[in-house]
Nanobody, 115 residues
Framework: QVQLVESGGGLVQAGGSLRLSCAAS????????MGWYRRAPGKQRELVAT???????VIAESVKGRFTISRDNAKNTVYLQMNSLKPEDTAVYYC?????????WGQGTQVTVSS
């Protein structure tokens, strides 16, 4: 079992920045990759960024150049640095941990970007 706890969401003006954190506990050694996904109102959940255990990253085109994903393996924590935020970035952001089995998801953290 892996538990994921997200933090760092909130309300920010367009052009501002936020940093999301996702701390993993439990059987965190089983985690192969971690990532961030988001679901905007009325839309399907979409990938934002992922990072593998070796540091390989995948970033969605919609956020490339503005968002950065990083991982601290010693702390079992993954971060999402979000800069130059836009109103269309408003969504609930979810952390995911990929293991050899069903993925684990966090509870989500709301990010709201005002224009």
């Amino acid at each position: 079992q892996v538990q994921l706890v997200e933090s760092g969401g909130g309300l920010v003006q367009a052009g501002g920045s936020l940093r999301l954190s996702c701390a993993a506990s439990g059987s965190s050694r089983s985690i192969k990759a971690m990532g961030w996904y988001r679901r905007a109102p009325g839309k399907q959940r979409e990938l934002v960024a992922t990072i593998g255990s070796s540091g390989t990253t995948v970033i969605a085109e919609s956020v490339k150049g503005r968002f950065t994903i990083s991982r601290d393996n010693a702390k079992n924590t993954v971060y999402l640095q979000m800069n130059s935020l836009k109103p269309e970035d408003t969504a609930v952001y979810y952390c995911k941990a990929a293991v050899l089995g069903p993925d684990y998801w966090g509870q989500g953290t709301q990010v709201t970007v005002s224009s």
